[in-house]
């Protein structure tokens, strides 16, 4: 009901989140969860018992929480349910030297695609739930939203996979960083053309 000056009662006002705090996952292998967040975030246990843990990498008390719940199900593909989480690094160096630190402890991506507004890798943590780590490869969020609303996005909204080790090659010889997180053009593709796990 709008009052007499065309202002949304208090009850019809739509206030958006200020932030995600953090994500929940229930988990049978609950140590070598708790290992893998720690090494691909760099996350420190804010709290942790035989129960639940509690995962942190910034000034926010968790990011992600691990509850031990033993027995369940391994996951199969091609069931409803959480597909991945995201989390942006500053910077191309960043995302790369992570990737680097990450192969080098044996933990390899399923899925490195630049998808035109992020520059983006995959992986799958103990339990097969996906984790993305990207890049913004815009500065600012109105170019990476018109990039949304682009011809060429309508005609590939998936993006261009690469070679990780290629990027990072590149990188390393000074290619630009702005360059290198630029979005080749394929053109068309849809979701039948990748393997989106």
Known sequence: MMSANNEATSSERV???LKLAHFVLRTSKYEEMIAWYQ???GATPAFKNEILTFLSYDDEHHRVALIHIPDLREQEDGHAGFHHAA???ATLRDLMDTYARLRDMGIMPIFPI???PTTSI???DPDGNQIEL????YARIEDATAFFYSETFAENPIGVEFDPEVLLEKLNAGENEETLKIRPD???RG???VKLR
């Open 186 to 188: 394929i053109g068309k």
């Open 191 to 193: 979701l039948e053309a």
């Open 122 to 124: 995959y992986y799958a």
């Open 87 to 89: 989390f942006t690094y």
């Open 134 to 137: 990207q890049v913004d490869n």
């Open 15 to 17: 206030v958006s989140p």
């Open 39 to 41: 090494n691909v975030l």
């Open 114 to 116: 630049n998808h035109g």
